[in-house]
């Protein structure tokens, strides 16, 4: 009788496992989230490969994951109970089956309203919200601003002189900006441009006057005192009423655009004319990683790298960050992240592709 007891015991605890398995198991939560958010990264290494290579971007939404869980219990003849002989014979035993069968469903993202989110300039406010999250203005500007004023943001190879040294000012601008950052000294704000042309929004920095890098910050925008002992600096967005530059924003695509050049193209592709250069220098490694080391690097190789920070493979080679190259990786986040709050979900998403897995 005791035997009968302990099966009973077993068969009525093993009723709780399920619920746990469900979300902490192999088909649980975690395993869909985790893999989910590696897929994206994937797709967005894949369309800046893309893009080096002159074909087009495609994005494919993840717009739901649904799972079913099904659990059967059988009793079969399996353990001999004391009591019992050949002449009454009597066993108890069960089984349980357990599976789940997940369905995920896909969304082409396409259409007018995409081509937009991609196309058109990043809105000031997703810049001013990735640095108030704590982004660098370095890596921010480095990625997201064609232009400061007369600053042109523009690391390629061929610059005339004049070119040259406006873009090393650029640089040398968001580098004190991030030093000030960095020391809680720097302000950044967004306000209406009340001249005559309104409507354009302003980005406004404030910094205070009593140490070196503030100086040499305000002569470089040729900034003037405040009443109160501040620097403020208001920059329109796009042009002023004179036709000055303010601070251009590039958009979304831009942006990957930008970032594909910091992609190592194998030598293969390169002396099969795939990949067009508009300077020797663009094409090599050192080179690329001369310019773009504090931005974003990728790597290529002919076989899957083993511990990679994101893999594609694409044309025949494996394209790559490195697991250690802690700056491309920063860069890259800050990408998906502008990705996520510029290009939203439009309300025409085109067909949804339906895909059951199978039982598993």
């Known amino acids: 009788m005791k035997w009968l007891v302990l099966v009973l015991a077993l068969c009525l605890t093993g009723c709780h496992f399920p619920s746990k398995i469900a979300m902490e198991g192999s088909g649980g939560r975690n395993t869909y989230n985790i893999e989910i958010q590696k897929t994206n990264a994937e797709e967005m290494l894949l369309n800046l490969v893309r893009l080096r290579y002159f074909d087009s971007p495609f994005f494919l939404d993840v717009s ?14 399996s353990i001999k109970l004391p009591g019992f002989d050949k002449t009454n014979p009597m066993s108890l035993g069960g089984e349980t089956q357990w599976t789940n069968q997940p369905t995920i469903q896909y969304s082409p993202l396409q259409g007018k309203e995409f081509s937009n989110q991609l196309m058109q300039p990043l809105d000031i406010n997703t810049i001013q919200q990735v640095i108030y999250s ?26 005339d ?15 004190l900006m991030t030093t000030l950052q960095l020391k809680g000294d720097l302000q950044i704000g967004i306000g209406e441009n009340k001249a005559e042309d309104a409507n354009k929004p302003n980005l406004q920095f404030a910094f205070p ?12 925008l040729s900034t003037e005192k405040s009443v109160n002992g501040k620097y403020v600096l208001n920059v329109v967005v796009g042009f002023d009423e004179k036709g000055n530059i303010g601070l251009l924003p590039r958009s979304l695509l831009s942006c990957m655009h930008y970032l594909s050049k910091g992609i190592i193209i194998p030598q293969k592709d390169i002396d099969d004319k795939k990949v067009s250069y508009s300077s ?13 080391k ?14 990679p920070y994101v893999s594609i493979k694409y044309r025949d080679f494996w394209f790559y960050i490195e697991d250690d190259d802690l700056h491309s990786k920063k860069t890259f986040m800050l990408l998906l992240e502008l990705y996520n709050l510029q290009s939203g979900r439009g309300p025409d998403k085109g067909p949804i592709l339906t895909l059951p897995l199978g039982v598993g």
Do not use: Y
């Open 161 to 175: 002189p004049d070119e040259l040294v406006r873009h090393k000012k650029f640089h040398k601008l968001i580098k």
């Open 294 to 307: 504090e931005l974003l690097i990728v790597c290529s190789s002919e076989k899957k790298p083993k511990h």
């Open 64 to 77: 739901s994951v649904t799972n079913q869980f099904t659990m059967r219990n059988l009793a079969v003849a």
């Open 134 to 159: 704590g982004w660098e203005i370095e890596r921010v500007f480095s990625l997201t601003v064609k232009n400061f004023q007369e600053f042109p943001n523009i690391p390629r190879e061929g610059l």
């Open 209 to 220: 006057s009593d140490n070196k890098t503030s100086e040499e910050m305000a002569e470089l």
């Open 280 to 292: 020797v220098a663009e094409h090599r490694k050192e080179d690329i990683e001369r310019i773009f």
